[in-house]
């Protein structure tokens, strides 16, 4: 199996052409890729690990212990198919941070986490843009795809895993894929347990140290119309130690209407009715909450559905 795409985003001055077709092909082949010299400080990137683990040990490890026991996942004999070993809080930067309104959280953690957020906002609306230059899209395209009325939205799962009995019969995080746009994911370095499935093989997404690992969302295979993929993946419990991973999903505004760039549609594709639908991404993201461990296929269909009943709809009626 190839090694998992690993990429130096700091090669693009001087090594720009072979480090833009790295971006190409783990966009391409394998939906993932983890990115070093990105930028963001290693010592901010300490101190977030620092407090979040921090606020697990004090604030949550004692509840998620007391919500398992209670819900006998610590006890289980047969696979669990509607639950996930992880502990998890959300955080909402953008269209407006809710970061002040998270109970438990020290000052230090929210000024910390804030400047993280900033951070990782400025990297993903860089990296839109290396997609749009690979992609033959104009500068901007994404962006301004992602942008509804408000701007784009922008939140972070803050999910700890710790050890886990039984974890042939529980998933840390079962299989899924993203719906949104382009996600950040900051996770341990120590313990592993994220995999992604590539060519029906599931692989291990390696931890490193001050890496950000990158995955795409459903919402760029549309706009790609399928020639970048949204991967499924999960989270695999593990019986020592406990994960920290930090994933900032940015995404489209909730009123952002999302849909295939003209420019990526081929007339092969277009003939042959394989073009991806349209649809307003609230809509979508209200589909994908009822659907999420199933496959992507079905909810792409389901929009499809609606577009040709629309343009049914639209089309003149013959008159006598």
């Avoid at 609230?282 to 199933?294: P, V």
Wanted: proline residues 5%; negative net charge.
């Amino acid at each position: 199996m190839e090694n998992f795409p690993v990429i130096s985003l700091n090669k693009l001055n001087g090594e720009r052409k072979a480090t833009m077709e790295k971006i190409k092909d783990a966009c391409e082949n394998w939906g993932f890729f983890e990115l070093v010299n990105h930028g963001i400080p290693h010592d901010l990137m300490d101190t977030v690990e620092r407090l979040t683990k921090e606020h697990y040990r004090k604030c949550m490890e004692q509840r998620f212990k007391e919500l398992m026991t209670t819900k006998g996942l610590d006890s289980v004999q047969t696979e669990v198919k509607d639950m996930d070993w992880e502990s998890t809080f959300h955080l909402r930067h953008l269209p407006e941070s809710n970061i002040s309104q998270i109970p438990d959280l020290t000052d230090e953690y929210r000024v910390v986490m804030k400047e993280f957020a900033q951070r990782l906002e400025k990297l993903a609306e860089e990296l839109l843009d290396l997609l749009c230059e690979n992609l033959g899209l104009e500068k901007g395209y994404l962006k301004k795809a992602f942008h509804g009325s408000r701007g784009p939205t922008f939140g972070t799962k803050v999910a700890n895993y710790p050890p886990c009995p039984k974890p042939e019969l529980v998933k840390g995080l079962r299989a899924h894929t993203d719906a949104g746009g382009i996600i950040l994911l900051f996770q341990d370095d120590k313990v592993s347990g994220l995999q992604l499935l590539k060519d029906g093989h599931w692989i291990d997404v390696p931890p490193m140290r001050h890496s950000i690992v990158v995955n795409l969302g459903d919402q760029l295979e549309v706009i790609t119309n399928g020639k970048y993929k949204s991967v499924e993946h999960r989270v695999i419990a593990q019986t020592d130690g406990t994960r920290m991973s930090i994933a900032s999903f940015f995404n489209p505004g909730s009123d952002a209407v999302i849909y295939p760039a003209p420019t990526l549609v081929e007339r092969e594709a277009e003939e042959k009715k394989q073009v991806y639908p349209k649809f307003v991404f609230e809509d979508y993201m209200n589909l994908y909450a009822k659907l999420k461990f199933q496959a992507k296929e079905p909810r792409f269909d389901a929009f499809k559905a609606v577009n040709s009943t629309a343009t049914t709809t639209m089309l003149p009626t013959a008159t006598a």
